[in-house]
């Protein structure tokens, strides 16, 4: 890349990065006194969890939903409960969901002024979960699922006079020099360097959010590592990256040997409990946190966890891997294999999670590690559902 177009891309991340003017701060009720929240991306993977443990905690919870209309929404609702195995258990507290179109990309988060107010006279915290999440797509194309949509929730905030927690991600940061895991105050960035456009698109978004904190307005910022599936029912996202490399092997046969992928993955539903206790107190209000398991898993291990969950692997170069994943049409990593190999020549950044631990002290909080257990429950989890074959070993 030219010296040249260095200066058009930093310029173009300079201009993204610049907070409206109608954003300025205000004062939030304290943790304790909210009793009704707004939840965007409810019918996403981390959604769907933050709408469970946000009714558990006896809050009333208004979804934004894209729909023709609120029943096709709440049917797109309910239909992400139920793909997660959550539906059964949420339905005592369905009452307290309250289902709202819109579209968090549009101004006024895609309402009517009249709605928008309404809503906005009832909340007192935002959770911000909404993203487009896509590997392959370049910065341009998502930036107005990302940029436009924080500028606008952060413009309801403004307007309820809420607290937002905003989700972002660790991938907002470049592996350290000198391997340092990254910490919840380290430097991200810059954006130029970062390999997607999905993480740069996060990254822009979260320059908006601290902006705003530094004018007053009152946000938290949660960065979750990988996500992965619940601990304790095994319910995952089909499309999450490393499930899909490991599914290519299984459709394989085969596994590439040494292959160069280390990924901190963490149980969803330690992400989700982490948020929403974090956002219940009040000395965490402002902070950045981060959600992350307390180590990473490379290749090896995965390939270790497949060989005990029944699944016979056997090794072979990561050359011929990729030739018999090319020769399967219906391969799951065969979209994915130009990111596979960006992955595996990249070094990858290792994340502490500090300041998170020492703040979750004095809750039942805790991450699970993923063991021969939890990993047992993810595979029954993808093989109910048809995305995995039985495992066919001990």
């Known amino acids: 890349m030219t010296s040249t177009t260095l200066k058009g891309v930093a310029e173009e991340f300079d201009a993204d990065t610049v907070l409206a003017d109608d954003i300025t701060g205000y004062d939030a009720p304290a943790p304790q006194d909210v009793s009704e929240v707004l939840l965007t991306g409810a019918t996403g993977f981390l959604g769907a969890f933050l709408l469970r443990d946000l009714l558990e905690r006896g809050l009333v919870v208004h979804c934004l939903v894209r729909g023709k209309d609120a029943e096709t929404a709440r049917t797109r609702l309910t239909a992400n409960l139920e793909r997660y195995d959550l539906l059964e258990g949420l339905r005592p507290g369905l009452d307290r969901v309250r289902v709202h179109t819109g579209d968090v990309a549009q101004p006024r988060l895609g309402m009517t002024d009249e709605a928008h107010a309404a809503l906005a006279a009832r909340v007192d915290a935002v959770y911000h979960a909404a993203a487009k999440v896509n590997f392959l797509t370049v910065y341009k194309w998502l930036r107005k699922a990302t940029v436009d949509a924080t500028h606008e929730v952060l413009r309801f905030s403004q307007a309820a006079r809420a607290t937002l927690h905003h989700v972002s991600t660790t991938g907002v940061f470049l592996p350290a020099e000198d391997g340092t895991p990254r910490g919840e105050l380290g430097r991200t960035g810059p954006p130029e360097d970062l390999a997607l456009g999905y993480t740069k698109s996060k990254w822009v978004s979260e320059q908006l959010v601290l902006q705003a904190r530094r004018r007053g307005v009152p946000v938290t910022i949660h960065r979750p590592g990988q996500v992965w599936g619940d601990s304790r029912s095994g319910a995952c996202q089909p499309n999450d990256f490393v499930w899909r490399f490991m ?137 109910r559902n048809g995305m995995l074959p039985a495992p066919t070993g001990r």
């Open 247 to 383: 599914k290519g092997a299984i459709q394989t046969g085969v596994y590439p040997r040494r292959f160069r992928l280390r990924m901190n993955m963490v149980p969803i539903d330690y992400v989700s409990a982490a948020i929403v206790a974090l956002s219940r107190d009040p000395e965490a209000l402002g902070g950045v946190y981060h959600q992350v398991s307390p180590r990473s898993l490379d290749a090896d291990e995965l390939l270790g966890l497949l060989r005990r969950a029944g699944y016979d692997l056997k090794e072979t170069s990561t050359l011929r891997w990729m030739k018999a994943v090319a020769a399967d049409v219906n391969n799951s990593m065969l979209p994915l294999m130009r990111v596979l190999v960006d992955t595996e020549k990249t070094e990858l950044a290792e994340f502490a999670d500090e300041l998170t631990r020492e703040r979750l002290k004095g809750t039942d909080v805790t991450c699970p590690d993923i063991d021969d257990r939890v990993f047992a429950a993810y595979v029954g989890y993808f093989v």
